[in-house]
């Protein structure tokens, strides 16, 4: 009986885990939008390492203070100095494009790793203990998502004082709302599966519980929400940037650069898209990056999202 | 549990949410020095600096916070909501005079968005990794990456810059004399309304010339965001077993798509719509910022930018309350149309 | 007795992200008219792959390959049949719910949520019954305008009539038009050729195409005020819908037919299922695997009604599951699947009696008898992965009487004795 056995086994079985992984990073590498969202950030990544190479800084000690050769307000087109030309008082466009990125970088990953790390043990504790712990948890949430986060990150960005550090201090704390409810909700499912009960019934203790058998379950919903939620957060702060609440004037900050083109939208009458450089130029930036995480969010959520995984 | 009950527990709910969120952007404000708050009580330009700390200990501003709090409470209840420097004016003055103007566009957008995002997601689910599919699906993810303030900073540029047409503003010069003018009936502060009641079909023509850029602009930003929600929601809905059924019974795939599928699908995208809605009236900061149209968004932007607490504190409130009474009409509109949602 | 559909050679594959699953390994079943048909086997066998391609309602990302699905439905046909393989998709949609039906296992979410039952019912007197509806409805607004009306009543009542005459004329045109193809069709089914080749691809895009109504009325379905002509015919349809719910038993129909699937309970639900099914009396019932998930008696309650039914309204039944209880109380004939082949065929009697293949014999014996004292007897192995499927017979690696050309060959489908089909290498040569 036992070679009739022998031969039902198609294949020598690999390690679950790890076909389950090789089959995410197939699938991963498989689309198309993924390699785009990738090589997009990876040609950001290598313009903020690079920075101190591709656009040496005047001022060594603050290199986020772009570079200018007079002070001309009307903006200059490229030119051979000015490779995309620059901000009104003559502030290098690219220079600002290359050292923005660090501060792109460092806005979007803190803020979401924070939220991830915040919204993580607070969604565990919400989710796992219920009750009282719960609900006050989620109110308090429910106070902060009933604001736009826009309009509330603009008035506490006032309180505070600008900047680029307040924003990300601003951001992170409007943020941990959602994370928190995605965890809570993936605990609330698997709270009440068979495996925590008999965990439960054998005596575990709840940290236990909570980090070994609850934790590797929800990571892959943070992993979704965050990566889909690094270009929102770039995008708020843009924004907030934009509105004047970020750097100051001639600081590599996108948003800021962008809100300097307000006045020279229209050119002079010969020639009507003069300005047109500083109006496309940072705006592009920030959309192209955003789009890069964007996609990349996309394509991770296609192949993790369990619904989604095997269309 | 009745229809009634469920409404008012809603509301109830509400009231405590704003609490909260009065109590959370107040705590804020207080971070910000005496010295600039008292900014809010300076209704003229003439008082010299001596007399602020007389003015600063006058309203208490170093008091604790706690009965700051309660203070502006009692105000708020009394019906004073403060002076807002960036209005010119009594905070609800200017809100009666900004408001209108963002309802305006919002009211223009959000059914088009609504559209556009379930037309467009429809195709996109039942043409699924056709090149119609992938070429929605490129679109929607481009207009959900793009900053507001750039795609309507490009918008103006080519429109009117290059092109010369589709100004910024809400009205021509020469008409907007029109409006302040003493013989104009202003019953709802909408221009496209309040100038048909007047019968000034210029002025509506005009007014809506000035409407289509910041329309464009949030329709193809906010539909982008419908867009893949439908179409995930509509690949869900054909997933399902009914479906099955419908096919088997001899439906044509119209039937399927149209009825079986689509009206499971829209029913996450009615949820959404109050959120949209909601943020669409925050996301106004910038695109009445861009172009200039003085809606509260605008209001908000510059009570920011100068320090106005009286004016943020109400614009906050306000539309953490329109949120919150948002997502209640929408909760009981979604409960009349899922026939499986018990309100309770 | 008469072949009412049977399939011949069916091969349906599934591409799937892992590789190609050859679900289908060329399965022949003949169902004849007035009779009970039992499909048996395993989870995965390929039970419910069959009849979906019967019916051409196969999954994505499902084919059918090879192979002929023949029908002889209709009284002429009952010499040769219709291969429907590759009629179009418009002729298919006029077969399912009308001629062939189906039920399925889970009756909770095979019904719409959101839509009322009454509506879902009603959707197949809409499909399939639509002239008759409309006649009627214009019937009873004649009655109604033949009596004492106010003239505001009157004029919309006329309105109405004549947009359902209307509707009426272009759908009894575009029957006509229908009827035509399917006859031509019909005549070219035994000949060959690529010239008639080209004709049928050409008469199916045509009958694809067709339309059931003209724009105009089509624009008047759609306008919201005007759209309320067909009120009538909604509640015409409506009155078929309740007395259907009736006479099958459903307490209460009017109340039934307002409410949402939710609402109701398991076997409720089922009996909706089933309602929808008959609503235009098929030739055919294909019920797959109906009360796997219902307890005993409720079980015991659908399985009376599809007996009952049988006596009435449908001619044949093709019945699924994987309990040789139930096969031996209702089927008269039927197979035994595995793994996408049709292992053994013949009248349910003979299959208990004298099972000839090795995986019906493990079947039988499979299952515990009450005097049983010793081990449980099971097949060994585990079904195959149809993917890369065991090559020859699919059922070797598990078989106890395996031989050397097992392997090596695919046994071919033999009438052993007569009625009773079996494909085994055992019995190839024609005696064991």
Redo the contacts between chains.
Sequence with gaps: ?SD??E??K?QPAAHPGWREFTFSMK?LFKNP?TIIGLSIIMFFVFLAVFAPLLAPPPRPFDPYLMPHRGWDMTPSPPSAENLLGTLPSQYDILYGIIWGTRNAFRIGLTVVAANLFVGLILGAIAGYFGGIVDEIIM??G???Y???????A???????GRGLQSIVIVLIILGWPTYTRVIRSEILVIRNMDFILAAKASGVSHFRIIMRHIMPNSIFSLIIVGSMNV?VTI?IA??LS????GSDTGYADW?AM??T??NF???PPEN??AY?YL??IP??T??LF??GW??LG?AIRDVFDP??R?? | MSLLNYIVRRLLFMVLVLFGVSILVFGVLMLIPPGMRVAAYVTNEKVPPSAIDAMIVQYGLRDPAPIQYFRWLGKIARGDLGYSTTAEGPVLKGFIQFFPTTLELVLYATPLIIFVGVWLGTVSAVHKDEPVDHFIRVVSIVGYSLPTFWLGLLLLMFFYGFLGIFPPGVLSESLRDVIYAPGWIRVTGILTIDSIINWRWDIFLDALYHLFLPTLNLVILDSALIMRLMRSSMLDALGQDYIRTALAKGASNHTIEHIHARRNAMLPVITISGVLFAGMLAGMVITETIFVRKGIGWWMARAALQLDVSAIMFNVLFLGAVFVGVNLIVDLIYATIDPRVRLS | MEKLIETKDLFTEFHTFEGVVKALNGVGIVVNEGETYGLVGESGCGKSVTVRSMMRIVQAPGRIVGGRVIIFFRAEDRSRGIDIVDRSEAYMTSLRGESISMIFQEASTSLNPVLSIGYQVGESFHFHRRPQMLKESIEHLDEELAGNLAPLSRRWRRMQRSLLARELREREAYDGRIDEIDRELYKLEEQEGPAVVDRKRQLNARRDSLKEHGALTGMAMRTPFIRRYRRRLERTIRGHVVDLLRSLGVSNPERIADSHPHELSGGMQQRIVIAIALACHPVLLIADEPTSNLDVTIQAQIVELIKQLKETTISSVLYITHDLGLVAEICDRGSVMYAGDVAETATVRELFKNPLHPYTRGLLHSVPKVEQVDELATIPGNVPNLIVPPSGCRFHPRCPDRMDICPKAKPPTIEYTPGHWVACHLYTDGKK
């Design positions: 009986m009739i056995v031969q039902t198609e699938r939008l109110r308090i429910d106070v902060f009933a604001i736009p986060t826009l309009v509330l603009m008035a506490l960005v006032v309180a505070i270009g995008l843009a924004a934009f509105l004047g609440l948003g962008v809100s083109c307000r939208i229209v050119g009507r898209l047109w109006v496309f705006g592009f920030i959309a955003v789009l964007n996609l996309d619904r989604v095997r269309r």
